[in-house]
Every structure is written in structure tokens, then in C-alpha cells.
């Protein structure tokens, strides 16, 4: 049994960064690709990023290609998505989620595991 827990999301401006974090439990973290999702009101929820386990492979979603960043530290169990050049579209509560299929399979949302999310709220 895995759990996730993300923190790291608040209410920023438009231009700003943040940081968000999740923290996995249970030893199968290691062997997981982990993804990123978020869904703002009213619309579904939506991949944003997925790192595979050894980190040497992500995928990106186009719509925050070169401002978005995820990263892992498997030593921590903790997976990072570091937000930069935030626009109000962002706003969301973002979800990790980890499974041990492929950076396909995390895009698709085939995972076996899901946090509780985490809210990014982007004023203009």
C-alpha cells in the first residue's frame, strides 16, 4: 500500500513560482513513475507531468512545457513539481499519482495510487 500526500500549494500572482511536493509511503515508492494531474472547477482533471523511476525520462503536457518542472528524490520518497511563470489558467488542485506502468500509462491516468490533491490558486 502506497499513500501520497502533496503539499506546497497556496495562492500566488500571475508571473509567480511554487513548489509542490508529495510524499509517498510505502516501499514500492522506488519502482513507481509518478505523474502529475490537476483539475480546475468545472472542468476534468488533466495531466500535467510524469517522471518515470530512475528520473531519467519525463513527459510534459504541452500546455506547461518549459515552465513546469518535476523531479524526484527516491531517497526521500518525495516527488517535486516546480512551478514557474504562473498564469490564472493554473489554477487547479493537483493531484500525484504513482503506478508501475510506463510514462504512457501515467498520462493516461492508469495509476494505481492518487493523493488527496493540493489547491494552486493563480491571481491576474
Known amino acids: 500500500q502506497v499513500q501520497l500526500v502533496e503539499s506546497g500549494g497556496g495562492l500566488v500572482q500571475a508571473g509567480g513560482s511554487l513548489r509542490l511536493s508529495c510524499a509517498a509511503s510505502?516501499?514500492?515508492?522506488?519502482?513507481?513513475?509518478m505523474g502529475w494531474f490537476r483539475q480546475a472547477p468545472g472542468k476534468e482533471r488533466e495531466f500535467v507531468a510524469a517522471?518515470?523511476?530512475?528520473?531519467?525520462?519525463?513527459r510534459y503536457a504541452d500546455s506547461v512545457k518549459g515552465r513546469f518542472t518535476t523531479s524526484r528524490d527516491n531517497a526521500k520518497s518525495t516527488v517535486f513539481l516546480q512551478m514557474n511563470s504562473l498564469t490564472p489558467e493554473d489554477t487547479a488542485v493537483y493531484y500525484c499519482?504513482?503506478?508501475?506502468?510506463?510514462?504512457?500509462?501515467?498520462?493516461?491516468?492508469?495509476?494505481?495510487?492518487w493523493g488527496q490533491g493540493t489547491q494552486v490558486t493563480v491571481s491576474s
Open positions: 510505502g516501499r514500492t515508492f522506488n519502482t513507481y513513475a
Open positions: 499519482a504513482g503506478g508501475p506502468g510506463g510514462l504512457g500509462s501515467i498520462r493516461l491516468g492508469t495509476v494505481d495510487y
Open positions: 517522471i518515470n523511476w530512475s528520473s531519467s525520462s519525463t
